[in-house]
């Protein structure tokens, strides 16, 4: 019994820890969101952003309801909640790549998910660089 304790306890201090958030670089058609970096953050493989910041960047109107926010940008809503891989966009549940989760007090969503479904444009990343880059169409006609 004291011996397999005690080989538990070596395993859990040998094993390797989480990866630390990586900053990803953000930029809005071409012009940086994130001056001093840190709103968006790669988490375990999914590109996540401050929810906060990307309704601001869009001219979106953000309300909190305790662990969640309701997010319209133009005449798309969408409701995100801290901890569940479920969000819903027009009424309509959308499972998400990652979780959103709190980082310093800011709520940190997907980024995909909010770019492409609530906002409507575009999002590549440039993983060489850490750059998520955000490409709306400006022109309806182009």
Do not use: C
Not at 15 to 23: K, R, Y
Not at 106 to 126: E, I, S, T
């Amino acid at each position: 019994m004291i011996r397999a304790a005690i080989v538990a306890l070596a395993l859990s201090l040998t094993a390797p820890a989480p990866a630390a958030d990586a900053i990803v670089h953000l930029s809005f058609d071409g012009r940086p969101v994130d001056r001093g970096g840190g709103i968006a953050v790669n988490r375990g493989g999914v590109i996540y952003a401050d929810v906060v910041d990307l309704s601001k960047a869009f001219d979106g109107l953000l309300t909190v309801h305790g662990r969640s926010v309701v997010v319209t940008v133009k005449s798309t809503t969408a409701t995100f909640t801290e901890g569940s891989r479920q969000a819903t966009v027009q009424r309509t549940p959308l499972a998400l790549r990652g979780v959103p989760f709190r980082r310093n007090g800011d709520l940190y969503v997907p980024l995909g998910a909010f770019v492409q479904r609530v906002a409507g444009a575009r999002l590549r990343f440039d993983a060489r660089h850490r750059r998520a880059l955000i490409q709306v169409n400006a022109n309806p006609l182009s």
